[in-house]
């Protein structure tokens, strides 16, 4: 078969053990119409229980497959040289009391970084100094001050994350999404260059 086809690795794909994936599951795939559509379908991986979580498919491998049975093919490739292959081996149902135990370590822990900061930077002191400058009075607990103060800090804290539980208050990425999208993208990298069997070789047998 002639004619030229684009090939573009999706990033990452997600599929189950003992699944065939073809090529139009991890790649995108443009160029001549009879081509593209007879390769769509053509297999790439046979995901095995040995495989464990993750597979990592390089290009070169993608197009070994293609040209073993259309070696007159005209293959372009655009975009990475990996496609990882995450292998769903099944959820496990959470444990309600691992689940109790994590949620009230958060919140006792984000509780404590809390007051600490407060007591490092002397807050209570700050507000009684500005209720004695704003009224002229002094008092010990100036609620008027510590309670707006208390529920702006929850509110400030809804609005750097850009989440109410699960509702998204714009469409903005909040920082900790950011930083994970970060540690994702290198996590992938990592595994991208040292999963790739394509890319590791021992030349000391040789």
Known sequence: MDGQIFIRLRHRIKTGIDQLIYLEDIAQITGDEFAVQKLSKMPVYHVSKKDRHIVVLDIMHVVKTIKKTWP?????????????????????????????????????????????????????????RLYEMITGKTVEHPYLLQIPYSFGLGF???????????????????????????????????????????????IHDR
């Open 156 to 202: 400030g804290m809804i609005l750097f994350f850009n989440h109410v539980f699960k509702k998204r208050l714009n469409e903005e990425p909040s920082p900790l999404e950011v930083e994970m999208f970060k540690y994702q993208l290198d996590l992938d990298h990592y595994v991208a260059l040292n999963e790739n069997k394509e890319t590791l070789k021992d």
């Open 72 to 128: 007159d093919i005209d293959i372009q490739t655009v975009g990475g040289s990996e496609a990882i292959v995450e292998i769903d081996t099944g959820k496990r149902q959470l444990s309600p009391v691992l689940f109790v135990f994590v949620w009230l370590l958060l919140f006792v822990g984000a509780a404590l970084a809390i007051m600490n900061f407060h007591e490092d930077v002397s807050m209570r002191l700050v507000h009684i």
